[in-house]
């Protein structure tokens, strides 16, 4: 592993929309291991916002703990990180969101995080719907402590000890469409052709967005028998759909068999425009996107791809109906009643 | 026989069955003593259950405005079958014993140091209303109306309390008055003369106010700006969120849109309510969560976490009876070591004594700015018996021309005049406190990372020793600083000399004081200190130091003050001296005294 990330870029690379450079959106030196899933999906974060031109500064990056929980501080250096404890990121991205409904809130997270310690909270944030970005990188395994199973890792699996993982797996996807997020994916780290398109959708939703990307442990867990590995899962998945996220604005021109092609426009009136293999089955039909995760699982298939939207989906704000000016730049004005309310208060307290 | 005679200092003992909608009934009549002027101090005795437990409510009536409670009951209002004669036996001789006589009394009630007044409740109630359902609440009105007889009450201050209660469900006026008027009546027919308490007109109670110390520190949370709450239901303190939205909907609502200037998140369990405190405050936001003892044991991991990665916190404890669920309907301020130091490593906590609902209001909306301003977790030790009982207090008052202290933070401007000489956590001022940025305050400059992991002044990751150690001591300095800033001990020390002195705090302090009363008619003197936060100030070290003796009075098994205070100051252990009471009833004046006067005899008489 290498500590030093030589400064030179190319002088031709083009700044986005919004003038900054793909080097305004990098973080620290990686100290995650040579080849580790993390790493190619932290490159596909700052890709993704990148592309989408976000100032840097108006992210929010917020984790709990983990070996994926250490990556907000290998990306987006100009915007403010919380590494917090372990399995509480939803709850401090909640709050974050309801003091300031104006940044973006990337809420990166691992299967331990997640699916175990942090399960309580991961349903709570999914059911209040909360507009964040919840990017749970997932190997199967708990990295930090040398490998042990996680709760995702799937029955039969076998890691870097040799013993098969006897318990079922959780599959987070399947839940969070169960609980009412907005939008669901999954993806493989090393798919960055799907990757990106996948999570500037994800960050142009409004309510929860969660993306369940398999990212291979490559220490613990990349052995021939873990359905995690690089290996296996280049196999064993088979996409949905490919897709094109389309920014609000642009002129759409691929042209597509009828059919075939589904489009959802999102909050912002950026689309995203499907193109399926199977044209009866709608991302925006939650049954449907349940049954056609638990059929490819029954096959030993691993399905990929935007797996259900649901492009109105109230977001926490919008339930409990908060004031548009974010809470955090309200002042004494705004706050406080004064003490002639005060006495008036007293009297009724008479 | 003869029957306690008084006017004005008694305690009545309501006892009821919960669920049967006593509440209002009891209410209406400790707030007809309260507007005759006369200071009174209600205590709601309930079970951790919806219906059909006992319950009581004691009321005590006090001119001299001696607020703690009695411990002696002078008269039972027996409204439940299951706890009746418990609630016989209880009473003091010369007492009375007002009960339903619609059923006769069985034998067993034969003391002859009690006076029986049988009021036929249900029988006048079912002659008199129809609708059943209301005939249980206006058996209870009845009674009252029954008791201001009896006591002599001015029957006007009642039947405007009803008008007043009611203003808004004016069809219930007429019915209410009917039974107040019904049990008037047939008390001054068959009970002339009998009773020989009485409450007479006083001018005692000035501008005070009655309620509860909850709906106080929901209201001074609202007044101190917070706007975001995380929060999880748990008695006693879930009447602190409740008084917050109720407040927020009134003052803080657009009437046109609806939309609130408040995010008030119930959140999935403790660990998550203070979660969202954290995130909030973390990103600009005055934020607070109210939970109880179970509470305060999920959330010390995020304490842990807001201690030492500095980011503001307002808790507000109501303390009950532990430990583990204990029980959860009664009283205790069994949380200071667990509040204070609360998380794993080394950990303090800023704590907040308030001992009236003033305070709760005072305190809870000052907590917003001790925490910006010292940058951690500051919380507020309430407990059930001031959160959730009626108190008389001082009345609310806000400083119009008072701005809020956000602490200090970094705006846009600032950052770019310092360049590239920022670091989070380095202490510039010397106070022990560095400068902070919320994001998305700057495009290039401010921004850092928040951890819980050992860091260095810029924010790194690091596990230097050196710099784990300069870290932790500065930590000690903020801790100095808040000394400077958190209200100071109340001292009364008197001018004859007294070598004991006593040290109480929260809902001890009436009690205390009425102590302190009763040993002076003993011929014993004592100095007192009240504490109103930890961390401690000199003013509380030299107070131990001026006497031979201090007594420590709160309400824990364990002394848990006592304990704090020795580890945190430079006294001598055996110099302080336990008063404990933790039977989850709130303390009296008389357990102090004696416990005191005990300990001097037991000394030699020397005090």
């Known amino acids: 592993m290498t500590f030093f990330r030589p400064s030179f870029r190319h002088p031709d690379l083009p700044p986005n929309d919004a003038g900054y450079y793909l080097k305004d959106y990098e973080g620290g030196i990686s100290t995650l291991c040579a080849g580790c899933g993390h790493d190619s999906t932290n490159a596909a974060i700052i890709q993704a916002c990148f592309e989408l031109s976000i100032p840097p500064h108006k992210i929010a990056k917020i984790s709990g703990i983990g070996c994926s929980s250490k990556s907000p501080a290998y990306l987006l250096g100009k915007a403010h990180g919380f590494n917090s404890v372990h399995g509480r990121m939803p709850s401090i991205v909640t709050g974050a969101n309801m003091a300031n409904r104006d940044l973006l809130y990337l809420g990166i997270s691992g299967d331990g995080d997640t699916a175990s310690i942090g399960m309580g909270q991961f349903a709570h944030a999914v059911r209040r719907n909360l507009n964040m970005v919840y990017v749970m990188m997932n190997n199967g395994c708990y990295g930090l402590t040398k490998g042990q199973y996680s709760a995702t890792a799937d029955k039969g699996s076998v890691g870097k000890k040799g013993e098969p993982n006897m318990l079922e797996s959780i599959d987070l996807c399947e839940i969070a469409i169960q609980l009412g997020a907005g939008f669901v994916g999954r ?42 590995s690089y290996h296996w899962v280049r196999e064993h998945s088979e996409a949905t759909n490919t897709f094109d996220y389309v920014p609000f604005k642009q002129e759409i021109t691929t042209d597509y068999e009828d059919g075939t092609t589904e489009s959802v426009v999102l909050h912002d009136n950026s689309v995203i425009q499907l193109h399926k293999k199977d044209s009866s ?19 030993g298939l691993i399905l990929t791809g935007v797996l259900y939207i649901d492009p109105d989906s109230e977001d926490t704000h919008r339930i409990i109906n908060t004031s548009r000016q974010p809470l955090n730049t309200l002042g004494k004005k705004d706050l406080c009643p004064g003490n002639e309310a005060l006495q008036s208060i007293n009297e009724s307290m008479r | ?116 007044i049988g009021i036929p409740l249900t029988k006048l109630c079912n002659d008199a209303f129809e609708n059943p359902k209301m005939r249980g609440l206006l058996k209870n009105i009845i009674y009252v109306g029954a008791l201001a007889f009896l006591l002599d009450m001015e029957f006007e201050v009642l039947t405007s309390s009803v008008e007043k209660q009611y203003r808004k469900k004016s069809k219930l006026i007429p019915p209410n008055l009917k039974a107040l008027e019904l049990g008037y009546a047939y008390a001054g027919e068959n009970y002339r003369g009998v009773c020989k308490l009485a409450i007479s007109r006083r001018d005692k109670v000035g501008d005070a106010v009655i309620m509860d110390g909850n709906a106080a520190t929901g209201l001074g949370a609202l007044y101190g700006g917070a706007t975001v709450v995380g929060w999880y239901p748990i008695t006693p303190s879930t009447s602190v969120i409740e008084s917050f939205g109720r407040y927020a909907e009134r003052f803080r609502k657009d009437t046109e849109t609806g939309e609130l200037k408040a995010a008030i998140v119930q959140a999935e369990d403790e660990l998550a309510a203070l979660g969202i405190v954290i995130g909030a405050s973390w990103n600009g936001a005055r934020a607070f969560t109210a939970t109880s003892g179970p509470g305060v044991s999920l959330m010390s991991e995020f304490l842990g976490l807001a201690y030492f990665a500095e980011i503001p916190a307002v808790l507000v404890n109501v303390q009950r009876t532990g430990p583990s669920t204990g029980m959860p309907t009664r009283t205790q301020q069994g949380d200071i070591l667990a509040c204070g130091y609360a998380s794993h490593g080394d950990t303090k906590q800023v704590l907040l004594f308030p001992c009236n609902p003033k305070e709760c209001f005072d305190m809870t909306a000052d907590a917003f700015d001790l925490a910006e301003r010292l940058q951690t977790p500051v919380i507020v030790m309430s407990d059930l018996d001031l959160g959730m009982n009626d108190h008389m207090s001082p009345p609310l008052d806000w400083d119009d021309s008072r701005a809020y202290d956000r602490g200090k933070v970094l705006d846009k401007d600032q950052l770019e005049e ?42 790194k990751y690091t596990e230097e020793s050196d710099a784990y150690e300069h870290n932790m001591q500065r930590l000690l300095q903020k801790w100095e600083t808040a000394k400077e800033l958190v209200p100071v001990p109340e001292v009364m020390v008197g001018n004859a000399p007294a070598t004991a002195g006593m040290i109480y705090y929260g809902t001890s302090t009436d009690a205390a004081l009425e102590a302190v009363d009763q040993l002076r008619e003993q011929g014993i003197t004592i100095n007192t200190l009240r504490i109103k936060a930890f961390p401690f100030q000199q003013d509380v070290e030299n107070f131990i130091r001026q006497h031979d003796l201090v007594y420590v009075v709160e309400q824990n098994r364990d002394g848990q003050m006592k304990t704090l205070l020795i580890n945190e100051l430079d006294v001598q252990p055996d110099q302080l001296v336990s008063v404990l009471h933790y039977d989850g009833m709130p303390i009296t004046a008389r357990i102090i005294s004696s416990a005191i006067t005990a300990s001097i005899a037991h000394k030699g008489g020397k005090a």
């Not at chain 1, 960050?203 to 873990?226: K, L, Q, R, W």
């Not at chain 2, 951790?48 to 009581?56: C, D, K, R």
């Not at chain 2, 009960?99 to 009690?114: A, F, T």
């Open chain 1, 281 to 299: 089955i709608h991302v925006t039909d939650r049954r449907q996107a349940v049954d056609a995760l638990e059929e490819h699982k029954e096959k």
């Open chain 2, 1 to 116: 026989m003869k029957n306690i005679e008084s006017t004005n200092d008694f305690v009545i003992r309501f006892a009821n069955v919960n669920g049967s909608g006593s509440a209002s009934a009891n209410n209406l009549f400790a707030k007809a003593v309260f507007r005759m002027g006369v200071p009174v101090s209600p205590k709601n005795i309930f079970p951790s259950n919806i219906q059909g437990l006992p319950t009581w409510y004691e009321v005590r009536i006090n001119e001299q405005g001696y607020l703690g409670r009695h411990g002696d009951v002078d008269m039972v209002v027996a409204m439940n079958g299951q706890t009746m004669k418990k609630d016989y036996e209880g009473l003091l001789s010369g007492g009375y014993f007002f009960y339903d006589s619609s059923r006769k009394l069985s034998e067993e009630y034969g003391r002859d140091d009690v006076a029986l």
């Open chain 2, 418 to 459: 310092l360049g590239d000489s920022w670091g989070r956590y380095l202490d510039v001022d010397g106070d022990g406190i560095g400068y902070r940025t919320y994001p998305g305050t700057h495009p290039t400059k401010g921004s850092y990372f928040t951890r819980g992991t050992s860091h260095d002044e810029y924010s």
């Open chain 1, 187 to 228: 993806s493989f780290s090393g798919d960055k052709r799907q990757l990106v398109p996948m999570l500037k959708a994800a960050m142009s939703h409004t309510g929860m967005a969660f993306i369940d990307v398999i990212s291979p442990c490559v220490t613990f867990n990349n052995t021939p028998g873990s359905t995690k």
